[in-house]
């Protein structure tokens, strides 16, 4: 599941899962479902992040600006996202395929930020939330 909130001059986005990584792979399917429905993109191309962060929460911020960044050099659509996390090394991977002048676009993401930034548990799991500059 995932969703948004209110905030004043951005959106914010959240991501529950039964795990912190389920919730953090929701966050981001929120934050790139902004830009272009899920359904459109085709999963063609796999890229993978990696990256070292102890904190959860740095580590939620971390993951999506690391996903933004990939899209934006690879110029790719992602739409669906798994990761893997031991310890303080997180392993992710994202799916879609390039940028094509047919698919609707919808409001640009510049990055995560850390306002509202916040991964707790909840019923059932974990809620990731933070919000994105758009």
Not at 96 to 102: C, F, N, S, Y
Not at 116 to 128: E, I, M, N, Q
């Given at each position: 599941m995932y969703g948004y909130f209110d905030h004043d001059a951005d959106v914010g986005v959240f991501g529950r899962g039964a795990t912190i990584e389920q919730a953090f792979e929701n966050a981001a399917r929120?934050?790139?479902?902004?830009?272009?429905?899920?359904?459109?993109?085709?999963?063609q191309e796999e890229v993978e992040v990696r990256f070292e962060e102890a904190d959860v929460e740095l580590a939620l911020a971390t993951w999506m600006n690391a996903l933004l960044g990939q899209a934006a050099a690879r110029r790719l659509a992602l739409a669906?996202?798994?990761?893997?996390?031991?310890?303080d090394r997180w392993r992710g991977r994202a799916w879609?395929?390039?940028?094509?002048?047919?698919l609707p676009r919808g409001t640009g993401v510049k990055g995560a930020t850390l306002t509202?930034?916040?991964?707790?548990?909840?019923?059932?799991?974990?809620?990731?939330r933070c919000v994105v500059d758009v």
């Open positions: 929120a934050t790139f479902a902004l830009m272009w429905e899920p359904r459109d993109v085709a999963m669906d996202f798994a990761l893997e996390r031991d310890g879609g395929e390039p940028w094509r002048d047919d509202a930034l916040s991964v707790r548990p909840v019923d059932g799991g974990f809620d990731a």
